[in-house]
């Protein structure tokens, strides 16, 4: 079944009301896979990830019943061809500079970081995966000699270098834009700061472009 998210913010939960995933916002496309009373489990359908068992797929949850509307077919979406406005990354990025970090968040309200990427791209009609980890599978992976205004600079821990944790956007001259942790704002990242989480994670560099 079809439907749509009529409210501004729809957390999508691992488990009903436990473990926050990520969020849903207002107009984006799901569908349903199962009912339970109030309660359904459906597909982000604008939210991709990567698992081993199924490749790429949408980010499944739970959802409240409540938050969705249910259609026999989705609304045109506008597609572009034109290339990444690299400016307009960054000045919709600053946007959220002072935004509360939120575990699985996506809006002004709250927001992590592989979401902050996730939504700017997504305002020019490009789609990009919504974890870090799963961002830096699907990009072009580059040196950071080509780092320029839009790349993504992705974090492993050194203790457990298993799987990319956190991801900030390249802003200029060696900033970035970061939507830190719990606790912290979005802000900027300076070259210093840069240097600094680099003793405590490996990292990698990556770029997406049409």
Known sequence: MK???TVAIA???NEIEKGRETQ???GEKIEVIKEAGEWL???ALEQERFTKEQGWHPYPGWLRRSTVEFVESFPSSNSSQAPLDLN????DAER???IPYLWGGRSREGIDCSALNHLIFQAQGFSIPRDAHDQYLKCEKIDREQLRSGDLIFFTPREKPTRITHVVLYKEKGWCIEAPETGKL???LSKEGLEEKERKYRL???RFQR
């Open 3 to 5: 439907a749509l998210i």
């Open 11 to 13: 957390d999508l939960w």
């Open 24 to 26: 849903l916002l207002q």
């Open 41 to 43: 489990y459906v597909s």
């Open 88 to 91: 307009q990354l960054i000045t």
């Open 96 to 98: 959220f500079l002072h």
């Open 186 to 188: 979005v802000s900027y």
């Open 204 to 206: 990698s560099f990556g």
